[in-house]
């Protein structure tokens, strides 16, 4: 098993990335309604969206889910404390990782 952490930052993004092989556009935002909380988009690089408002749970394979789509590997979030805790605003990319694990 191969695991790559994609470095993220505490802010709104889009990139591209290849997974797997497959390149792909992602986006990640904040929604600050009621408790908040970091969302991905992922979409093919000719701007077709594959996926919208994804949480950022952490402990849990992100495409799990949806794995009628064939992914290329896991999506899987993790944090420093290690207590399970959702992301934070300003934690994003710092006190919690986003990691593409392959078997």
């Known amino acids: 098993m191969a695991q790559v952490e994609i470095p993220l930052t505490p802010e709104a ?18 929604n600050d309604v009621d408790e908040g909380g970091w969302t991905l988009d992922i979409g093919d690089q000719g701007g077709t969206i594959l996926l ?16 009628h789509m064939d992914w290329p590997g896991a999506l899987v979030v993790t944090t420093d404390r290690g207590t399970g805790e959702a992301p934070t605003f300003d934690g994003l990319g710092t006190t919690s990782h986003l990691y593409f694990v392959t078997t």
């Open 52 to 67: 919208a408002g994804v949480p950022l749970i952490p402990g849990v394979d992100l495409l799990s889910q949806h794995a």
């Open 13 to 30: 993004q889009s990139f591209s990335i290849t997974l797997g092989g497959t390149s792909y556009r992602m986006r990640l935002m904040f």
